[in-house]
Nanobody, 115 residues
Framework: QAQLVESGGGLVQPGGSLRLSCAAS????????MGWYRQAPGKERELVAR???????NYADSVKGRFTISRDNVKRTVSLQMNSLKPEDTAVYYC?????????WGQGTQVTVSS
């Protein structure tokens, strides 16, 4: 049974930092592209950042220069370092893994940026 488990969400003030982590289990291996999506209230889920098994990355324009995605293929984890957080970053963040027709989602973790 493949599973993604996120951790690290919470409440932070504008300008602050948070680090999200996601641990993969089961059939999710280093060949999977892994990433983070987010969904704010009343909005569609959107890609934040993703990283391939060979460490190629891409980011949403709204987070470039502030967020950094990384992965550890031995530990099968993916992390998202979020700096200079803004209120508009408030959302539920979901870990995602995909390879061919195999797609998996985590349960989501809330990130709230507010003073």
């Amino acid at each position: 049974q493949a599973q993604l488990v996120e951790s690290g969400g919470g409440l932070v003030q504008p300008g602050g930092s948070l680090r999200l982590s996601c641990a993969a289990s089961g059939r999710i291996s280093s060949i999977y592209t892994m990433g983070w999506y987010r969904q704010a209230p009343g909005k569609e889920r959107e890609l934040v950042a993703r990283i391939t098994g060979s460490y190629s990355t891409n980011y949403a324009d709204s987070v470039k220069g502030r967020f950094t995605i990384s992965r550890d293929n031995v530990k099968r984890t993916v992390s998202l370092q979020m700096n200079s957080l803004k209120p508009e970053d408030t959302a539920v963040y979901y870990c995602h893994a995909a390879w061919t027709s195999y797609v998996y989602w985590g349960q989501g973790t809330q990130v709230t940026v507010s003073s």
